[in-house]
């Protein structure tokens, strides 16, 4: 298993790599530049932005300065920001972002996995539609629709919580993560039920019933371990939703986050910035996956052993 | 499979009537958009200024939008987008990362390991640049708008048919096949694709709505359908602003998407039982 | 159900969140106004910023050699207590207060501005309005690069409090641009003791070494979440100053912004959503504050465009634009239809309007200019950047367009970006465009349209109207000489059309009742240190 692990982490290098190069000449051929202004701005002044911040070298050159640059650690200014640098910027980002994240994944799988199981446990009945139906429902409401609905009701109307902010108030971490988690509930309950079913459906579970288990520890012991594989697989990929989902979240409620950052730097052609960016969620995600596969296997025994040997 | 369990399953099928009934009301929105240049009370761009947005009436059975145009016929008009984009962009994306997934998984290894890294870099690359760059490019293509976001898709498919495929990797009548020495690409397709159909079929009814809400994000951003086209997803997000003043803007588009995922669930729950050998009907 | 019983406890521990306290009513009574602001600032150096969330902080925390009156946007004086301008309006002597104060407590001398305009025109730095310093003798030279001898600029310093300023031409509007935050003074020891004189962002606005020397001081700076002034103490006129404190919140999202006004979290709203003006009109119309903005909205049309390039053409488009609809129907805020490009209420100038809706008129241009009932009319594309407004309008013009010229157009949105280098590059056809007046003057909105001007980028010129801009206007004697002038260019540029004007702007805000001292005005200027908080307002 720590072969496998470290096996993974030499792999991400040459992927960080890849991903850089590629996002880099991907965004410097985008048309319109960080300095293009409603307002022109004169000859000169466009000469001294572009020799300040490199933009008149060749392509070529500006990429090894950068390598350069991110081989100390300085992952540059950002260009629409002046004085800020995007190491700066993403260290006041991340820490809401993060925990946002983590809320609404606390939420998706606690929500998720559990309506999931009472739903596979007898399925095609009552306790199979109420909950599936509102996972349905949950996958129907995107964030900008759920959210302000949420605000409207349980903010303004019944002034339970406030509307924005994060950390400013108490309370004021609920609607965002609900908003943010729910979608991904639903998404969770109905992978977890459908793996469930296939495992309840297993041989070795009818054995277990009719050793004469409760249902409860089959379900326990038994059945979440293979059921929750496609859950686990699907994890990697929430994760990459969720920077993105976090946007809509963070502009609704005002959260001084990640999301928001990285979607308005593709619009602003903030270049340091999309690279930073992109450099932290490429090896968040390899870092996920990673987890992600770490866990399946040690969900399913049978796996344990190909990577053991394999890899 | 052999024709026998091929019948079976159908007969499984029909008897499941929150299937049956998915079915039928997908059909009826297929019906429905394909026909809508027929049945479409008026043009989708046909504005009433004066009028602006009212509630339905006898006239405008689901009442007009902002800029006095007809309701039903927007959200006609919009299901044929919808459907198109998350038919289209959920069959690419079902296409490669059933293969893909399933090639990774089956050999594993070296090759796994670089066909994994590959999906993670293309993962980690900003989606927004990409998509900015696709529509300065290749202008505003609608076929392109559902490549882009099938391209996107196709990866989650690929590691959710991967994980399942090594599960399947190690049973026995896999294994069994490999001792025989039948080819890899006949152990696939005949053993270990139609083994994975389960939580294929399931994610695909969820690939759908994503595709959808992708493009509705999209769209909400100005990088998707134009005006005066619309698609459910752009008139829900465009409701959602007007959700106190005129709440029929947001209902109707809203039932119209609900109802189809709703159809497409029960008619992917039922498929899937219906193909499991093993479904629970104890 | 177990699922209900998952849900009740929740429900209960919601309800127990109630108690917070909203940010109006906790403002109110120790005197912290919260300001929705609109973005994140790029940065806080009056030399690199532009934009209107910068424009309010830098009203904050810096303050020029002249205000403007809150009510009438007359020039008073600020840092300058008094100023002499010599007979032939070009010689501007001022008097700096000898009681203004930098926030560090240190005088504010002559010297400190002649240094910050040094600065402001450092062709290195990149001031994106250094143009403002343009009427000043030699200034565009040494900001474009071609002078390197800062002493041929007009500005000189007399002695510690006396500063003296050398015009090219007698300019009347010259008062208002040094109220512009491009000529604020800033603090020479603090910028050089962070890096060069013509560096960007160096870290000299950050909380820590802040100094400037407005009626606010900075006091908090969390990047994305909010901006934080405290009354400065060392300010000239603090005891003018009422607030404590102000809190720029920089929301980006209208709707958003709203539901926060709602929940009582702002005094004041950057914009208002137009979906909910009308309710607001209704409903609770002293919340709601419409007032006309020194701003056009138009359309830009790509002149050198072989079926553009007639003049016919383009008036055909001109007239068979319904304006009045337009803004009756589709903006939804009150705004004014535009006849006019320099927009009403600019100090007493009335330009001559152009001819409304015609479209028997718009058709008999199109077909003497050869396309009879629009037959042969190319397909035309309307560019504009993604937004639900600029969308309404391209639709409801394309419409009118096809309704009544027979022509068929199609509607492009691009991201911003690709839109600005679009229009840059001419590589348009018709695109969408705004112009916010920057100083209350009709050169404002007239000296762009000269040959290769930055801001034209329509391929138009047009002799006699350069003539009039750039030679009769600034060279008249009198202003009514002045505006004749104008008032003729004006006329030229419209009739020959390379721009469709559709209407003129207006600010739209939500203000909580209880701030005061905060009149409308065209610019929408805020001047904070004559507003204030009163908490005998009852709650909404």
Redesign the interface.
């Known amino acids: 298993m720590l072969r496998f692990i470290l096996?993974?982490l030499l792999?991400?290098i040459?992927?960080l790599l890849?991903?850089i190069t590629?996002?880099f000449f991907?965004?410097h051929?985008?048309?319109?530049?960080?300095f293009?202004?409603?307002?022109?701005?004169?000859?000169?002044?466009?000469?001294?932005?572009n020799s300040?911040y490199r933009l008149d070298l060749p392509l070529w050159q500006q990429y090894l300065h950068y390598l350069g640059d991110l081989a100390s650690g300085d992952l540059g200014?950002s260009f629409?920001?002046?004085?800020?640098s995007v190491g700066?910027?993403i260290a006041?980002?991340l820490p809401a972002t993060a925990e946002l994240g983590f809320y609404a994944l606390l939420v998706a799988l606690g929500?998720g996995i559990?309506?999931g199981v009472?739903a596979a446990l007898r399925?095609?009945t009552a306790q199979d539609?109420?909950?599936?139906?509102?996972a349905?429902?949950g996958?129907?409401m995107?964030a900008?629709?759920l959210g302000?609905?949420l605000?409207?009701v349980?903010?303004?109307n019944?002034?339970?919580?406030?509307?924005?902010?994060w950390g400013g108030?108490?309370?004021d971490k609920?609607l965002p993560s609900l908003t943010l988690g729910a979608g991904y509930a639903a998404?969770v309950a109905?992978?977890s039920r459908?793996?469930m079913?296939?495992v309840?459906?297993?041989d070795y579970m009818r054995t277990a019933r009719a050793k004469g288990l409760a249902p409860w520890q089959i379900v326990l012991k038994h059945g979440l371990r293979g059921g929750l594989?496609?859950v686990?697989?699907?994890l990697?990929?929430a994760f990459?939703g969720l920077l993105?989902g976090s946007f809509?979240v963070e502009?609704?409620?005002?959260i001084?986050?990640l999301g928001?950052?990285?979607?308005?730097a593709?619009?602003?052609?903030d270049y340091t910035m999309?690279m930073g960016?992109?450099i932290l969620?490429?090896a968040a995600?390899?870092v996920f996956?990673l987890a992600a596969d770490v866990l399946?296997s040690a969900l399913?025994p049978?796996?344990r052993?190909?990577r053991g040997g394999?890899? | 499979m052999s024709r026998g369990l091929w019948r079976d399953s159908w007969r499984r099928l029909r008897r499941n009537r929150p299937a049956l009934l998915g079915a039928g009301l997908l059909l009826l929105m297929v019906l429905l958009a394909l026909l809508t240049p027929w049945i479409a009370p008026f043009g989708y761009e046909q504005q009433n200024l004066v009028l602006g947005a009212t509630p339905p009436s006898p006239s405008h059975w689901l009442g007009t939008d902002v800029l006095g145009r007809d309701m039903l016929t927007r959200i006609l008009y919009g299901g044929r987008l919808s459907l198109a984009v998350g038919f289209i962009a959920t069959a690419l994306a079902l296409i490669i990362g059933v293969t893909y997934g399933a090639v990774a998984g089956f050999i594993g290894g070296a090759v796994d390991a670089l066909m994994m890294r590959l999906v993670d870099i293309l993962y980690a690359l900003p989606i927004m640049i990409f998509i900015i760059l696709l529509m300065v490019l290749f202008g505003r293509s609608l076929l392109l708008l559902f490549l882009a976001i099938g391209a996107v898709e196709w990866m989650t498919m690929a590691r959710i048919v991967r994980a399942q495929v090594q599960s399947l990797r190690q049973q026995e009548f896999v294994e069994a096949a490999v001792a025989m020495g039948l080819p890899p690409e006949r152990i696939i397709a005949r053993h270990i694709i139609p083994n994975t159909l389960g939580p294929v079929i399931i994610y695909a009814t969820l690939t759908i709505p994503s595709v959808m809400l992708l493009e509705a994000f999209l769209s909400f951003l100005g990088l998707g359908v134009q005006p005066p086209q619309s698609s459910w997803g752009l008139l829900i997000s465009q409701g959602v602003e007007t959700m106190e003043e005129y709440p029929w803007l947001l209902i109707y588009p809203g039932i119209a998407l609900a109802t189809t995922l709703f159809a497409l669930n029960f008619l992917g729950d039922g498929l899937r039982d219906a193909l499991d050998p093993k479904s629970a009907k104890d | 159900m177990k699922a209900l019983l998952f849900i009740a406890p929740l429900l209960l521990a919601l309800a127990a969140c109630s108690d917070y306290e909203s940010n109006v009513s906790s403002g109110n009574r120790e005197g912290i106004l919260h300001w929705g602001n609109g973005a994140e600032p790029a940065e806080l150096d009056p030399h690199i910023v532009t934009g209107l969330p910068e424009h309010s902080l830098m009203a904050a925390l810096f303050e020029g050699l002249v205000a403007k009156n809150p009510h009438t946007l007359a020039v008073e004086p600020a840092v300058a207590q008094s100023w002499q301008v010599s007979d032939d309006g070009r010689v501007y002597r001022f008097a700096i207060r000898p009681s203004a104060r930098w926030s560090n407590g240190e005088p504010i001398t002559a010297e400190d501005f002649r240094w910050s305009w040094y600065r402001a025109l450092q062709p290195g730095l990149g001031n994106p309005y250094a143009y403002m310093f343009a009427p000043i003798v030699n200034a565009s030279a040494y900001a474009s690069g071609e002078l390197t001898d800062f002493s041929k600029v007009g500005i000189q310093v007399l002695d510690t409090l006396t500063l003296q300023v050398t015009l090219s031409n007698p300019t009347p509007f010259f008062l208002q641009l040094l109220d512009h935050y491009a000529t604020y003074p800033v603090h020479r020891a603090t910028i050089e003791a962070r890096g060069a004189i013509d560096e960007r962002g160096t870290r000299w606005t950050r909380v820590e070494h802040f100094v400037g020397n407005g009626p606010f001081t900075l006091k908090e700076w969390s990047l994305n979440k909010a901006i934080v002034v405290a009354k400065s103490l060392t300010y000239w006129d603090s005891d003018t100053v009422k607030l404590k404190q102000i809190v720029f919140h920089p929301i980006g999202n209208i709707a958003t912004e709203e539901r926060m006004f709602r929940a009582g979290q702002l005094h004041y709203t950057y914009d208002v959503p137009t979906a909910k003006i009308e309710r607001y009109r209704v409903e609770q119309p002293e919340l709601l504050r419409i007032s006309p903005y020194l701003g056009t909205y138009f359309y830009r049309i790509n002149t050198r465009l072989p079926h553009l390039q007639d003049i016919r053409v383009r008036q055909a488009l001109s007239l068979a634009v319904d304006r009045e609809s337009i803004v009756s129907y589709v903006t939804g805020a009150g705004e004014l239809a535009a006849y006019t490009i320099t927009p009403p209420g600019t100090l007493a100038y009335v330009a001559q309007p152009i001819a409304g809706f015609n479209p028997d008129r718009a058709r008999a241009q199109l077909a003497a200019a050869g396309y009879p009932n629009g037959a042969g009319f190319p397909v035309t594309e309307i560019l504009y950047n993604s937004s639900e407004a600029h969308r309404k309008i391209a639709v409801a013009i394309q419409q009118m367009w096809k309704r009544e010229l027979n022509i068929d157009v199609v509607l492009a949105n691009q991201d911003w970006k690709v839109f600005l280098a679009a229009q840059t590059n001419g590589d348009y056809q018709l695109s969408r465009a705004s112009w916010i007046g920057d100083y209350v003057d009709p050169n404002s909105f007239l000296d762009m349209w000269i040959e290769g001007g930055g801001n034209n980028r329509t391929g138009w010129s047009n002799a006699e109207f350069e003539h009039l801009v750039l030679e009769v206007a600034p060279s008249a004697a009198t202003q009514a000489a002045r505006y004749d002038a104008f008032r003729r260019a004006e006329t030229i540029l419209l009739q020959e059309a390379p721009i469709i004007v559709i209407y003129t702007y207006v600010s739209k805000h939500l203000i909580h009742p209880s701030l005061r001292g905060f009149p409308a005005n065209i610019m929408n200027h805020p001047s904070f240190k004559h507003m204030s908080l009163h908490r005998a307002e009852p709650e909404i």
Do not use: H
Request: proline letters at 11%; hydrophobic letters at 45%; a positive charge.
């Open positions: 096996g993974r792999q991400a040459p992927v890849v991903v590629v996002t991907l965004v051929s985008v048309p319109g530049g960080p293009d202004a409603d307002r022109a701005v004169g000859p000169a002044v466009m000469k001294a932005l300040y200014p629409k920001y002046p004085g800020r700066e910027m006041a980002g929500i559990s309506s009472i399925p095609n539609y109420i909950p599936m139906g509102l349905m429902i996958i129907c995107p900008f629709l302000p609905l605000v409207l349980f903010g303004i019944l002034e339970w919580v406030p509307v924005s902010g108030m108490p309370g609920v998404y109905r992978l459908g793996g079913l296939e309840l459906s297993q594989i496609p686990v697989a699907f990697g990929p990459a993105t809509v502009t609704l409620f005002q001084p986050g928001r950052f990285y979607v308005e593709a619009f602003n052609r999309i960016t992109t969620f490429a995600i390899i996956n399946a399913d049978r796996l052993q190909s394999g890899q």
